[in-house]
């Protein structure tokens, strides 16, 4: 299976969910290859993006890259909603000599709807079937002021409805265990938006799930990449695959 990697590079979660897929087809757990990695970002630009495309060279992955602020810096009479098909046209022209069978959409933070018909395209979505539609951000405080105990992630089809096109698989975790326990005590003590205001993403409980999360979604995007590659998932798949069980 011929896989190519779409990411924005933003930080430790994208870079971890490269690591752990080029690991599993390293142990062949995977049946496949990362044919390309693009990234909308231009060395130099960030820091993150700079340590992603290194660990890319260092495995001989061929890079692709197109920064999207230059783009629309250069093609500043036109907002982005109008650029944006056409920085995706450019994209599909850089790309025209691979072929792959599916695309992964990895920390990619921009909707591509046009890259969404030219590839079959994955998305690692932070939130279970029927949860939060946006962020991992938004996803998190979701959870906390829901008080939701379980979470989850998925992989779903990308489609031009931003993280709503049909669910290949998803898992569920706990957020109840003893070092969840007394972070979740804080809520009651202390309003949402008191804590938001006062710790944003520095809050404890916040970062508690953010971890956890990271961990999971690694697990869950390779072992759904594992199973599409030994046709144990289909991409036509109708019945959403409970992966719970596995990674747990």
Sequence with gaps: MKIGWFTSAGGEGSLGLFKSTLNAINKRKISGSIDFVFINKDYGENINSDKFMEVVRHNKIPLITLSSKKFKKYNKKNNW??????????????LNDYIVDIAVHAGYMLIAPLLCKHFITINIHPALPG??????KKAIWDVIE???YETGAMVHISTE???EGPVLSYGRYSLNEEKFRSEWEKIERLPIKEI?????????????????GLVFERKLLTE??????NNQISLKNTNPLDLS???S
Aim: charged share 35%; aromatic share 10%.
């Design 224 to 229: 759904t990449l594992a199973r599409i590659s």
């Design 146 to 148: 829901k008080r939701l």
């Design 81 to 94: 909603a109008e650029l944006r098909s056409n920085f995706d046209h450019e994209i599909i022209a850089m």
């Design 245 to 247: 069980t596995s990674l």
């Design 161 to 163: 409805k931003v993280d």
């Design 131 to 136: 949860e939060t539609i946006g962020t991992w």
């Design 196 to 212: 938001k205001d006062k710790y944003g993403e520095d809050f404890s409980l916040f970062n508690l799930i953010r971890q956890k």
